[in-house]
């Protein structure tokens, strides 16, 4: 339970940081429990506690045989019952203390500032940001294009159940990549192919639902209005973002890995700054993105892009000619480009 409050003290509180509550709550209601059904004794007729091996008139169950001999154990077993009693009542009210803590910040800002945490509660709690499959990426974005092109089309499906917009992005996106447009590719949008299975399960050429009993050469089956809700928020709408928002065409590699990767652990051992960024101790100010169309994702602001910049500019340059170098000069190019142009942005997103 230590461990638990350690890392949920500091962690900041925003609607996806919500869990920070619920883990505290969880353990209150165990240490309640363990208060109230455990310990070194039961409860007698009266709701008295009594410690184990005394019968509810005060002596043991071996003293029934011979009282003298024993009696002198029974003060010892009260003091351990009142000891045991205490320890637990603290652990629960330290455990409240938490869960207060956790329900008064605001805005964002971590309960217990970064420098305030002791220096092995962030430690420890970045080896679990990595163990636990969190990956936080920043991505160059255009950000003129998802508001005037992305948001218009998937509104117009969300608020009128009119697919046209999104599939006319589709068709065109195919017919770009068909010219030898590029395109940024990753684990998500690899290639054509993805794109023509949205294009197909929009056009109602293939069906789906969203417990994948669906096959493409299925034509006697309508996908259902819920089951394209999950598909264009799940999956579809990911795709068109990242091929019309993360630009490929600007001499950088658009995608920077900031946890569980080689660089992201050389900024975090370098600057705490960077360890504090990837857990959302400094919080962006750009405003988040519709968590229907890419979930846990925020804008960073211009001037969050000029403090990342100036945070960056302490860490030393790794090594020539190797890899880390490589990533820390293109990290570098995009915030300078980020700067530059008013229609891009970086996004901050954890998958």
């Known amino acids: 339970m230590l461990r638990i409050i350690q890392v949920d003290c500091y962690l900041k509180i925003n609607p996806r940081r919500l869990r920070v509550v619920v883990m505290s709550v969880f353990q209150v209601v165990l240490s309640t429990r363990f208060l109230t059904e455990t310990g070194p004794g039961h409860r007698d007729h009266q709701g008295n506690r009594v410690a184990y091996g005394e019968s509810e008139d005060g002596t043991t169950n071996e003293a029934r045989a011979n009282i003298i001999t024993h009696s002198a154990r029974r003060p010892t077993q009260q003091r351990t019952s009142r000891r045991f009693d ?36 962030r430690t420890e709690h970045w080896n679990n940001h990595k163990d636990m499959g969190v990956d936080v990426y920043l991505y160059l974005f255009n950000r003129r294009v998802f508001n005037e092109r992305i948001v218009p089309a998937y509104k117009a499906f969300a608020n009128k159940d009119d697919l046209k ?89 658009p995608e920077v890995q900031l946890t569980r990767s080689e660089f992201g652990i050389y900024l975090t051992d370098r600057l705490e700054w960077f360890n504090d960024f990837v857990l959302f101790s400094h919080p962006p100010h750009g405003g988040e993105i519709d968590q229907r169309l890419w979930e846990a994702s925020e804008f960073l602001s211009k001037k969050d892009i000029q403090e990342f910049q100036r945070q960056l500019a302490k860490v030393p340059s790794p090594p020539k000619d190797s890899n880390l170098r490589k990533e820390y000069e293109n990290l570098s190019a995009i915030l300078k480009l980020a700067l530059a142009d008013a229609d891009l942005t970086l996004v901050m997103s954890q998958a």
């Open 86 to 121: 205490a320890m637990l009542r603290s652990r629960l009210v330290i455990t409240s203390v938490v869960v207060l803590i956790s329900l008064l910040g605001v805005e964002g800002q971590p309960c217990i500032p970064s420098g305030v945490a002791p220096a092995h509660w």
């Open 165 to 253: 917009p999104l599939i006319a992005l589709l068709r065109e996106a195919i017919q770009r990549i068909d010219k030898g447009e590029p395109f940024y590719k990753d684990a998500a949008l690899s290639g054509k192919a993805e794109l023509q299975e949205a294009l197909d399960i929009l056009d109602g050429t293939t069906y789906y639902n969203r417990n994948g009993d669906y096959r493409p050469d299925d034509h006697s089956r309508k996908t259902t209005r819920e089951d394209m809700r999950v598909y264009v928020e799940g999956q579809c709408s990911l795709f068109l973002i990242l091929f019309y928002c993360v630009p490929a065409d600007k001499g950088v590699i």
